[in-house]
């Protein structure tokens, strides 16, 4: 556990996988110590980037993204934000093999 209870159960939650979080996530401890509940995960990432979820709801929200690592999450996302980038016009490019 990176994170106190404490701030965990203060935040709106986000993960990536909630069946994966309950078991082995950053909320895992908090959860089986009855500090935070299941119900108070507000969704998985999945549904943020659908647009059926907010993200955050306001400037003041403390959100946290909790990820156990589902590696076809991250390649989704790392392909969103590439075509972002070349739309814009930014970024490096960067020969890995």
Request: charged fraction near 20%.
């Amino acid at each position: 556990q990176e994170l106190e209870s404490a701030l965990t159960a203060s935040a709106r939650i986000i993960v990536d996988d909630p069946a994966q979080a309950f078991h082995s996530g950053e909320v895992n401890v908090p959860l089986h110590d009855g500090v935070l509940l299941e119900s108070a995960i507000a969704g998985g990432l999945g549904d943020v980037l659908a647009g059926r979820l907010i993200g955050r709801n306001s400037l003041d929200e403390i959100t946290l993204f909790d990820s156990t690592g589902l590696a076809v999450q991250d390649l989704a996302v790392a392909r969103i934000v590439v075509a972002r980038a070349r739309e814009l016009g930014v970024g490096v490019a960067l020969q890995l093999v």
